[in-house]
């Protein structure tokens, strides 16, 4: 059964830092594209950045030199370490698989951990 | 950055009632067009995905339809676990982008 359990979720002040972490198992998770996807309280989806299974990344603009995907596919393990954090960042964070696989688009998501970036 | 318009916001249908929820692309997608579903407190399911392709376990009433900019998504006949937020995802381009959403209510 395919997993993706997201931790590291946290109350942190506007400029502050904080790193998440995504579990995987139940699949082959270094041959698969893994994705951040956040969603603001009461707002829509909104796809923050992507890793390649060999490490080539993407980024929303609007994290750019702030955020930064990666992977250790010994682990088994996602992460999102997110730098100078804005109010605007605030969200529930997801990580999904894909958005390219044997099943293209996100097929499996994890329940999410809150992000609150507030003074 | 290819913007997508769902149509529309709200849709008020009854159980048993046939759903159509619409996703317009601001310039062509080709297929690579997926829908999800999300209820409150929970994370998105994949419904479907390259436009008309069914994700794994999802039931025969849920069609999707489309191909370049305009895009359907059809409830054949709904059941009451189906009313939530539908959203629609693009991966043509980089960004990837979803539209807003269709929330449909009893």
């Known amino acids: 059964e ?4 997201e931790s590291g979720g946290d109350l942190v002040q506007p ?23 956040r969603q603001a309280p009461g707002k829509g989806l909104e796809w923050v950045a992507s890793m390649k299974e060999d490490g080539g990344e993407k980024y929303v603009d609007s994290v750019k030199g702030r955020f930064t995907i990666s992977r250790d596919n010994a682990q088994n393990s996602l ?7 804005r109010v605007e960042d605030t969200a ?10 044997v099943v293209n688009d996100f097929d499996y998501w994890g329940q999410g951990t809150l992000v609150t970036v507030s003074s | 950055e290819i913007v997508l318009t769902q149509s529309p916001a709200t849709l008020s249908l009854s159980p048993g009632e046939r759903a159509t ?8 997608v080709s297929s690579y067009l997926a829908w999800y579903q999300q209820k409150p407190g929970q994370a998105p399911r994949l419904l479907i995905y390259d436009a008309s392709n ?13 191909s370049g900019t305009d895009f359907t998504l059809t409830i054949s006949s ?29």
């Open chain 2, 54 to 66: 069914r994700a794994t376990g999802i039931p025969a009433r849920f069609s999707g339809s489309g």
């Open chain 1, 15 to 37: 400029g502050g830092s904080l790193r998440l972490t995504c579990a995987a198992s139940g699949f082959t998770f270094s041959t698969c594209w893994m994705t951040w996807v």
């Open chain 2, 78 to 106: 709904l059941e009451p676990e189906d009313f939530a937020v539908y959203y629609c995802q693009q991966r043509s381009n980089w960004p990837i982008t979803f539209g807003q959403g269709t929330r449909l209510d009893i």
């Open chain 1, 2 to 5: 395919v997993q993706l359990v």
């Open chain 1, 92 to 101: 529930v964070y997801y990580c999904a698989r894909g958005p390219f696989g």
């Open chain 1, 79 to 85: 992460y999102l370490q997110m730098n100078s954090l």
């Open chain 2, 21 to 28: 929820l619409s996703c317009r692309a601001s310039q062509s």
